[in-house]
């Protein structure tokens, strides 16, 4: 009976060892590899310590800032798996304009409808696209990213997939601290460094963020006129025009010749009309004398849209069909309360 039981303990300890070994190995890799992976980092941050100074970054920002870096694994794990649009148009709608939102954007278009107007007469803005775009990209300021912008980009600079990039947006994000418009810890946003109310990346900030409270700070974080001057002004620069719209949804006729979709191809509206597109309700489309292009986000089987210059602007804020036809599907929801 010893015996057996002798043997049994034997094998018990031998299955347990197989296990247990592995698993010191791997974690002890794997502390091996972080620690490497670390001191890489801390290496790679010395010499872009060196190149910042170069780009007119002061040292007082870069002592403060560097040193307390760190690397993000999981910046980079976001950053390699990527959603590849796998979502159906009908789905994306339902889920960047939930009736909960446009309820929401509705409201908040009232609320600050004297602010909005000031605002969109001084850059040449409908204040309804401003208030769709700040909706669809941090849902009114709620969600803006948990993530801390310096160290997102760093390590996506380090990392390399896309370096150049990341290491010209940290410099950037950089001069942002150096110019006082926010402190570190405050510089919050996206895994890939999108930044704030509006989501602006660094070079977007630079370029079009706006101080229009006078403070002397650019905040697109906390202070909504800053918020709402600074995506007037990316639209006003980005060559908006104040006396159009962004577009419209469309009927097509049976035995629609869809090689004219495209934004390649653009026609008047009198030749879309002779073509026999209407309006989305069977009416004429407008007698205005606009070049149009036809869009269908969701596939031949899906709504159709007749897209004005506008559309082009919205899609220089993001290069996506699904996201520029429902910002101008919000903006014409909540203006028509």
């Known amino acids: 009976m010893r015996k057996v039981l002798l043997q049994d303990a034997i094998g018990y300890c031998r299955r347990l060892t197989a296990i247990v070994l592995p698993l010191l190995f791997l974690t002890t890799g794997y502390a091996i590899v972080a620690d490497a992976q ?24 870069l002592d403060a800032v560097l040193p307390g870096l760190t690397f993000r694994p999981r910046v ?3 950053d390699r798996r990527q959603p590849e649009g796998t979502l159906t148009y009908a789905e994306y709608l339902s889920r960047v304009l939930p009736p909960a939102r446009v309820n929401r954007g509705k409201r908040l278009l009232r609320k600050h409808l004297a602010l909005l107007t000031e605002i969109g007469d001084a850059y040449g803005v409908q204040p309804r696209f401003i208030v769709a775009l700040w909706g669809i990209e941090s849902d009114f300021g709620r969600v803006t990213g948990g993530f801390l912008v310096l160290d997102s980009l760093a390590t996506l600079a380090f990392d390399g997939r896309r370096g150049e990039f990341f290491r010209g947006q940290l410099l950037e994000a950089l001069r942002i601290v150096d110019d006082g418009h926010v402190q570190p810890d405050k510089m919050l946003g996206s895994w890939a460094g ?23 700070r650019r905040d697109i974080w906390g202070t909504l006129p800053d918020v709402f001057a600074s995506a007037a002004n990316y639209l006003a620069k980005t060559g ?13 006729p049976e035995r629609f010749d869809f090689d004219l979709k495209g934004l390649e191809v653009k026609k008047s509206l009198d030749e879309w009309q002779a073509l026999g597109v209407r309006h989305s309700n069977g009416d004429d489309l407008p007698t205005r004398q606009l070049s149009a292009s036809l869009i269908l986000p969701g596939g031949p089987e899906g709504p159709a849209f007749l897209t004005y210059p506008n559309y082009r602007v919205l899609l220089k804020w993001n290069r996506s069909h699904y996201f520029a036809t429902a910002v101008g599907q919000f903006a014409d929801i909540i203006a028509a309360q």
């Open 240 to 252: 908006w025009q104040p006396n159009q719209t962004w577009g419209r949804r469309v009927r097509l």
């Open 194 to 216: 999108a930044m704030g109310q509006s989501q602006f990346m660094p070079s977007s900030f630079q370029q079009f963020a706006v101080d229009q409270d006078g403070d002397g």
């Open 76 to 78: 980079v794990e976001l």
């Open 38 to 61: 670390e001191e890489n980092f801390a290496a790679w941050l010395t010499d872009f310590h060196q190149d910042a100074l170069s780009e007119g970054i002061s040292s007082e920002t």
